[in-house]
Structure formats: C-alpha cells, structure tokens
C-alpha cells in the first residue's frame, strides 16, 4: 500500500495546477494538458521493458530501486523555467513508475494465489487512490498558500521516507520463479500478446483509465471556470472524492472474491456512467457527488482488471504485468489528449459524451476478456493447452 501510495502521489500531481500553469506559462489547455500525459505516455513506455527485467532480477530488486530513483526527477521538476522542461521531468518521473506499479501486480498475484488475491490487490489498489488524491491535493494547497515549485520539492521527499520504509518493511518474494534466460521472457510476453482475453483485458483498463484521466484533467477547467471559478487549492480539495474510493476498493475486492469478475465489471461500468452524468448539473455538490461516484467505479475496475490479468496469464506475471500497464497508461495518456478535442468542440458536455462511450467500450472488453476457453479462438486455445 505504502509502495503504491508514494508512486501516485507523483503522477497525477499537476493536474489541479493546469489552470495556474496555463496562466503562468501562456500555455493553451492542451499544452499544460502534456504535463499530465507525458508521465502516464512514459509509464507506458517502459512498462513492458520492466515487466521483464523483474522476470529475471526479482520483485523487490526492482520495486525499491525505482521508488528511490522516481524521488530525482520530482525534485529537478521545482527547477523547471518553461513549460517544455517541467514536461521533460514529468517525462523522465514516468520511467520509474512502471518499476512499482508493474512488478507489484506480480507480486500480489504471486504471494495472495488462492488466498484472497482480490482483497490484497483492492488493498494495494486502495494505497493507489489514497496517493493520487494526497498528490493532487498537496501541489494544490501549496502551489496557492507557497509556490507550485514547492509542491514538487515536498512530494519527492515523501516520496524518498517512503522509499526508505518500503525498502525496510517489504517481504522479499516466496513465489517468484526466476526466468532462466532473456529468450524465455521474451518467449512469454509474445504469447501474452496472443491470448485475446489478455489483450481484450489489457483494453478494458486502458478504456478505463482513458476515462479516469480525460475526466479528471479537464473537469479542473471546467470547474476553473464561470460560474464555480475554483483556485488551484479549491481544485485540489475536489480530489478528496479519492478518500471514498479509498473505502469502496477493498469492499470491491470483497465483491470480487464473492461475485466474480462479470458482476463486478457491469457495477464498475455502471458507476462510470452514472457519476459522469451526475457532472453535467451545474451545481458544485452534485457535480463533486458525480465525480465520487465516477472514480469509485474506475477503482472498481482497476481492481478487477489486474486481478484478471494474473489469472489469465498464469506465468510469468511481471511481463504479463508490464504489458498491462503499458496498455493502461498508453490509454490514459491517449485519454489526456483526445479529451481535450471534444473540449474545444462542446466544452464539458462533449468530453462527458466522449468519457461515456470509454465506459462502454470498457465493459465490452471485459466481457471478452471473460470468455470461457470453448468460446476463445484456436490461438487462445492452443495457449491454454500449453
């Protein structure tokens, strides 16, 4: 939890800043927009290189060393003079998250097997939701009470005490089965690329998360502007609607455990919806209600996805693992871009018609990610049996 909690606090921390941003660097949405889509491109970037290397060096060997490096480039974002440079450091912070977010999936499914892999995982996930509303919240209040460079100095020394605990307090991994050689790894990730399931989960949370940030980084304009006309430390303190999926991710793992993945993914669908439908009133408590409701779901989702995955893939879960992150922040990042089209067409109404339509395309793909093996295709088929 703590791992997960100090890597989020990193990767979603301008997004209540991007009105200030777009006022201090004379910068369109679009452009302060790259702050937020060049770290989640570059965790997909990354992913499926990480993924692998965990294969063969270990799960920890690869999580503490990362939580550590990710503390350099959030500090040498505070030295940032244009907007070009604080996107290369958002950049460069993006390289080592995948090293966290990648490897622990792995390493839940591998420690929790046939023991409650979905409320481990809902707890890890719970750690995620709990960072990115503390990082969200923290660049905001200080951006307005101090300096936004200083939001960024606090957060790599959090980042750097929890990477000094997570390094005393993780477990080293009683599971991992190391891969003998780098053809062996690569031998399993081009099979993972061939399950269909695999691939249709891998789109069901990039849809997901598509979703998640193209809502998240433009409702802050949205609400930015006539007639709510929220400051940066205002904007911040909507992401406490974070703290109700921080109480709904580990029920929902429960819910997993219990009901199985095909329910849990029309309860996660249907909150999406719901709650984004709830933001077109223009009344501030309905809209914040909407937004809780939205990310609940996303939470759901996400939890019910990386579960997914490690059933799916059986073996060597980190590249199977780094593959679905690469899918999933590939698709957040596409999410950050494509979203503010359907800004300049229609404003918020539009970017809700866009985000709806994720949603959907989101629970299609999981349901064919759920498909039993007499419904999968010979390829599916032939990757089973092995």
Known sequence: MLAGLCTFLSVYSTQPLLPLLRQI????????????????FATALTAPIIGMIAERRGRKKVIVPSLFLLTIPTALAATSSSLSALIFWRFAQGLFVPGVIAVMLAYINEEWAGRGVGRAMSSYVTGT?????????????????????????????????????????????????RAEHWQQVVDHAKQH????????????????????????????????????????????????????????????????????????????????????????????PVIIIGLAIFSSGVFVGQAAATVQTGAIAGRARSSAAGLYVAFYYLGGSIGATL????????????????????????????????????QLDSTEIELVGD
């Not at 790599?156 to 009683?174: H, T």
């Not at 980084?217 to 921080?246: D, E, H, K």
């Open 25 to 40: 660097f004379h910068a369109s949405e679009f452009e302060v927009s790259l702050t937020v889509s060049a770290t989640i």
């Open 129 to 177: 939701v709990i960072g990115g509303f503390l990082g969200r919240f923290l660049s905001g209040i200080i951006a307005t009470h101090w300096h936004w460079r200083a939001s960024f100095l606090v957060i790599a020394a959090l980042n750097l005490i929890g990477a000094i605990i997570v390094r005393a307090w993780l477990p080293l991994a009683e599971n991992f089965v």
């Open 193 to 284: 690329l061939r399950s269909v399931r695999l691939l249709a989960n891998f789109g069901m949370g990039a849809t997901a998360l598509f979703a998640l940030v193209g809502c998240f980084t433009y409702a802050n304009f949205y609400l930015a502007a006539p007639p709510f006309r929220l400051n940066s430390a205002q904007l911040g303190s909507i992401f406490f609607v974070y703290l109700l999926g921080a109480v709904i991710t580990p029920q929902s793992g429960r819910f997993l455990d219990h009901f199985g993945f095909r329910r849990t993914t029309i309860l996660y669908c249907a909150m999406m919806i719901a709650g984004l439908l709830f933001t077109l009133v223009r009344s501030l």
């Open 339 to 374: 979203t503010g089209l359907f800004w300049r067409w229609k404003g918020w109404p539009g970017c809700v018609m866009l985000l709806a339509g994720a949603s959907l395309l989101s629970l299609w793909l999981a349901r064919v990610s759920s498909r039993p093996p007499d």
